[in-house]
């Protein structure tokens, strides 16, 4: 037997491979993730390193391959782990082994600490008019600037005064001596939260733990009966030892939130850690605040505009146990907490949990497996739970609960009403706000109360194309049609490939060529025509492109700085906005068309949580769905708030076309710059499992056999100039799917093709 081993798993050389043998004594105890020691280098000096595979064959000579020395006596290291959560991620979602460590383990990166400098009174504030009155206007003209704006402020950032105030180092330093003033240095990274909230309160450094606790103490609620039901039933498992995984189905503002909180304080009453995932679209100050007020500097946080190293500085904290509780994204299921208890992950059914590079894993299913290892429980929760999760808890995999009320009783939930755009056509209506809408956003610029539109879709139109031979315009290097933007501009929503809109077909000449659909853009300019006064903002991947420009555009809109705000999907997320009483789906057929099998499940949650924005405050709140599919199951139980009857209808029909969560899915990519490379790589696949299937029948095992479809093209068949071919594979059983991944992996037919062919998988269900 041999053992892949990594002597160095935070230097960024996680590729670095060495093989060595394991003795005949130590055979069986070896296992992945685990420490050993070795001879390591020239002078082979005794080094520790870790388990990332172990193989029957080596293909060095074994002459040369050294002997494990034995194993470590630190025992299982919180990387361990994170290594066997790697070794289970490749086999189950299906990448290399180097791919899914470098998922799971924090890559060092030299920190670039970007340190924030502010500046404050040190003297005491009696003699502060004294000292300033003798100061020369004209010698010391300098110094009494800073030292008015300070009297103004009561704190200034050092950029502020240097560059704006145009005051020198020098000046800044001699009144530092003089010990009038102080200069606050703070590295931004080590605590990303305490930073913001520190900003603007001038605290003593005695002065700190007190409202830290007067924090803590205020912001706990007392439970309604719903909600302690849950924290008792999960605390009671727990004390028997059982670490299960939970839903809590409960609408909007039912309170979820306050049960995880107390969830967390029992898990760190115990001494142990939490990690509490947040898509990174509703990562907003606001929410994060929440975990703030209440568990003060032991919670951090992670978020993409972070560096690599500031990531790292946060894993850090948390292994050298100065934080008990992560909020993040995705990624936060990595945080090496080394007595992990509970791992929440809010807002379940979001798409974002879903990783779209090899492993493409799911973080519900990585956060099972990872709470498994370490004794943690699982608590999952949506106002929309996923088909799966709730699948689960019908089959009992997991525990059902329902918080059905909202829990401040002022809060109403939204009457919503379907208008038929259909008829708006018949009636001469041409505009995209249908007659009631446009009633509705009137009475409530009268009122001075917001309103939201909402549309599924970004860019000034959909796609180009010809009414004279019907051609659309498409990209040349991807198989998508180009999206129409304002000045005429012509881009591609996969490549950036950008072009100007043409004045004729390119195929027949016609000049009869215009923009189909609607965009966010071209809303914004038609409602900005009925509605000349209004206050219009508009959000979506084009205007929040540039750092903080999402917060910017939520923050505005909360300030009521705007009366009508019209977006894409993300602006059904994060914020609380107390004066929307009125929300408008343009057009919610826009989601329900797509070739997935999960488009009503996305229409329906999208369609729910866009009417979960009204009325979040204490007026009630009017939610207007515009369709041309009034009667479809998704738009009639989003509008009745309903997601049983959802689920009910949903059901059937994923059992009846073998979809997940009923069967298991598996995709398989073959992507090449060689169409016909490509498509003879799948073709391979598909012969070498119809191989298998055959042998499966022959022994009498294959009780049902996996159902194959394909190979074809992928929905989007070419992207960058790169051909995608698929095969789809189901089976009632997951295991079988791995199964034949794991073939196809170890044989892969397609390794003779002289252009590369990249084969990815991805299983579902
Ligand atoms: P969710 O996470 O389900 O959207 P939240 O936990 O954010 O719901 O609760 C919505 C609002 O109701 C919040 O302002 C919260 O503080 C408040 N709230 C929740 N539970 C209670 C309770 N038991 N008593 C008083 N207020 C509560
Ligand atoms: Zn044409
Ligand atoms: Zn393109």
């Not at 970007?114 to 004294?130: A, N, S, Y």
């Not at 000034?460 to 051609?471: E, K, L, V």
Request: charged share 25%; net charge neutral; proline share 4%.
């Amino acid at each position: 037997m041999y053992a892949g081993l990594i002597v160095d798993i935070t230097g960024g050389k996680l590729d670095k491979v060495f093989t060595y043998r394991i003795p005949e004594a130590l055979v069986g105890q070896i296992t992945l993730g685990m420490q050993v020691i070795v001879p390591f280098g020239r002078v082979n000096r005794q080094t520790e390193a870790y388990v990332i595979e172990l193989t029957e064959r080596c293909s060095y000579d074994p002459a040369m391959v050294k002997d494990i020395i034995g194993i470590s006596p630190k025992g299982v290291a919180v990387e361990g782990q994170l290594i066997q959560l790697a070794g289970w991620m490749k086999e189950e979602y299906g990448s290399s082994m180097l791919q899914a460590l470098k998922t799971v383990l924090p890559v060092r990166q030299k920190v670039e600490a970007v340190v924030r400098k502010r500046i404050v009174w040190q003297m005491p504030q009696e003699k502060r008019r004294l000292f300033m009155a003798g100061l020369s206007p004209k010698r010391n003209a300098a110094q009494l600037r800073l030292l008015e704006a300070l009297t103004e402020d009561g704190e200034l950032p050092y950029e502020a005064v240097t560059q704006k105030l145009h005051i020198s180092a020098s000046t800044i330093k001699s009144l530092q001596t003089a010990g009038v003033i102080r200069v606050i240095e703070e590295s931004q990274y080590r605590n990303p939260l305490s930073l913001d909230l520190a900003a603007g309160e001038d605290l003593q450094d005695g002065e700190e733990k007190d409202f830290q606790k007067e924090r803590s103490e205020n912001s706990a609620v007392i439970l309604n009966d719903e909600q302690q039901v849950i924290v008792d039933a999960v605390v009671e498992e727990e004390s028997r030892g059982r670490h299960g995984t939970y839903l809590i189905h409960g609408i909007t503002g039912s309170g979820k939130t306050e049960v995880y909180m107390e969830l967390i304080a029992h898990t760190l009453a115990q001494g142990r850690q939490v990690i509490v995932l947040i898509p990174e679209i509703a990562l907003t100050y606001q929410t994060v605040m929440r975990f703030y007020r209440r568990f003060g500097d032991k919670v951090s946080i992670l978020n993409s505009r972070m560096s690599a190293g500031e990531r790292y500085d946060q894993f850090l904290r948390a292994k050298n146990g100065e934080i008990q509780i992560m909020v993040g994204p995705r990624s936060a299921l990595f945080t090496p907490f080394t007595q992990l208890g509970l791992i929440i992950i809010d807002e379940e059914h979001e798409s974002s949990y879903k990783s779209e590079s090899a492993p493409r894993y799911h973080a519900i299913g990585v956060a099972r497996q990872r709470a498994a290892m370490a004794g943690a429980s699982v608590v999952l929760g949506s106002a929309t739970p996923s088909v799966d999760s709730y699948y689960k808890c019908q089959i009992g995999e997991y525990r059902l609960f329902t918080l059905k009320k909202r829990a401040v009783k002022t809060a109403h939930l939204p009457s919503v009403e379907v208008v038929d755009l259909r008829t708006e056509l018949e009636a001469g209506n041409k505009s995209i706000l249908s007659r009631r809408l446009t009633e509705l956003i009137r009475d409530r610029l009268q009122r001075g109360e917001q309103t939201i539109l909402f549309l599924n879709r970004r860019g000034f139109a959909g796609f180009m194309s010809c009414r004279s031979c019907g051609t659309a315009i498409k990209c040349p290097h991807c198989d998508v049609s180009l999206t129409l933007h304002r000045g005429g501009r012509l881009i591609c929503h996969y490549c950036g490939h950008e072009v100007p809109a043409p004045k004729a077909c390119p195929s027949c000449g016609s000049r009869y060529i215009a923009g189909f659909g609607i965009g966010t853009q071209k809303v914004e300019t038609m409602v900005t025509e009925q509605f000349p006064g209004a206050r219009i903002l508009r959000m979506d991947a084009d205007t929040t492109a540039k750092k903080g420009g999402h917060e910017a555009i939520l923050s505005a809109f909360a300030d009521h700085q705007a009366d009508i705000l019209i977006g894409t999907q993300m602006i059904v997320k994060g914020h609380d906005f107390p004066k929307v009483t009125l929300v408008g789906v343009l057009a919610a057929d826009l989601s329900l068309h797509s070739s997935s099998y999960e488009a009503s499940e996305r229409t329906f949650q999208l369609l729910t949580q866009a009417a979960g924005r009204a009325g979040r405050g204490q007026l009630p709140g009017q939610v207007v769905i515009q369709t041309y599919s009034p009667d479809h199951y998704s738009v009639e139980t989003a509008a009745d708030q309903d997601y049983e009857s959802f689920y009910e209808e949903e059901i059937p029909y994923r059992q009846m076309l073998h979809y997940p969560p009923v069967y298991a899915m598996m995709t398989i990519l073959f992507a090449s710059k060689d169409e016909q490379a490509a498509e003879r790589a799948a073709r391979a696949a598909e012969a070498l499992v119809d191989r298998y299937i055959d042998r499966w029948r022959q022994k009498g095992l294959a009780k049902r056999e996996p159902e194959m479809i394909g190979p074809c093209d992928a929905p989007v068949s070419k992207i960058s100039d790169i051909y995608r071919k698929m095969l789809y594979i189901k089976h009632v059983d997951r295991q079988v799917l791995v199964t034949i991944k794991n073939g196809l992996e170890s044989l892969a037919p397609w390794q003779q093709e002289r252009v590369d062919v990249l084969v990815q998988y991805d299983i579902t269900g």
